[in-house]
């Protein structure tokens, strides 16, 4: 065989091989993601250590709260909730709140998210109101600062007003324990 005809036959044999080579690349990647204990359902948040969003937000009429102020998040450690009446998963996570809001060292406050406001009254009068402070937000506006992706969400707030921490989807007693609590225990215990 000649070596005219040899480098043709390579090629054709390369060819027919680069797409095993990439697969297999591929599947090495994946592997080594799946592998590698990271929680795939955890979404970072680009604000993590960041001033919370300037927010101003009206509070729900009918309920005897304030609107949700980012300038009430000086020198204390708050929770800011995201939530909406239509929201399933934030009726599972209801009691879990109502537990929360049972301390008193750190404040819950709720972000109501494309909400109607009696829509919202009736949800917190079937299940009970864990805020201390609520604040509507119609359009959705007020939580693309905050980079929502949807609800709910729980922020932690520290005392120096920047985001600490960020929780999304429901809340359950055990997220609450060993993800949430721990958070809260180290923004109560950095300096203001």
Known sequence: MSTETEAPARRRRLFVLL??????GLAGLFLSQ???GRDVAEIPSALIGLPAPQTSLP???GVNLP???????????TLVNVFASWCAPCREEHPVLLGLSQDRRFTLAALNYKDQPENARRFLGDLGNPYQAIGIDPAGRAAIDWGVYGVPE????GKDGKIAYKHVGPLTPESARDLLL???EKALAAPG
């Not at 797409?19 to 297999?24: C, E, G, Y």
């Open 182 to 184: 721990p958070q809260i």
């Open 19 to 24: 797409p095993l080579l990439v697969f297999l």
């Open 154 to 157: 729980t922020f932690v707030i």
């Open 34 to 36: 799946l592998l590698s």
């Open 67 to 77: 609107g949700l102020d980012s300038k009430s998040f000086a020198g204390k450690v």
């Open 59 to 61: 509070p729900l009429e």
